[in-house]
């Protein structure tokens, strides 16, 4: 598969996306509107970037692994469920200062990456069980 029809943004009761392992280059913004997904799986495409994810609200596991992303959504912090966070394998320079907001978190890997430094804010976190962040700058 190389692309998703925007049309995918109608699917108003879909709660699991997974579209691993294809040739994506980009993910239609309407994903973004789908309200009650409830875990994003986009591992093994060509993603550079990933779309505003804000109004997903019941997101609680986005998995996004080897793609080619530089950057997080920065409306990612507004995932208040979002328990697991796994990018391992992209070129994520930076990570949103406000990272902390995610409460809930229990899972943020980020191994094999770009990163030079975690935001001081990776504090507010609470309940993060697992931090990888091996093969970074």
């Known amino acids: 598969i190389t692309t998703l029809p925007p049309e995918i943004g109608l699917l108003a009761t879909l709660r699991v996306l997974d579209v691993n392992n294809n040739r994506l280059p980009v993910l239609p913004a309407q994903i973004g509107k789908l309200g009650n997904l409830t ?4 591992n093994y495409n060509y993603l ?7 109004q997903c609200s019941k997101l609680e596991l986005l998995q996004a692994v080897g793609n080619k992303l530089t950057a997080l959504p920065q409306d990612i912090v507004m995932l208040e469920f979002l328990r ?8 994520i320079t930076t990570l949103p200062h406000e990272i902390g907001a995610l ?14 430094k975690i935001p001081a804010t990776i504090g507010g976190c609470e309940r993060l069980q697992l931090l990888t962040l091996g093969f970074n700058q």
């Open 84 to 91: 697991v966070l796994d990018v391992v394998n992209n070129r």
């Open 103 to 116: 409460k809930r978190l229990e899972r943020l890997e980020l191994n094999v990456n770009k990163l030079s």
């Open 48 to 54: 550079t970037s990933l779309p505003p994810l804000g």
């Open 39 to 42: 875990t994003l799986a986009v």
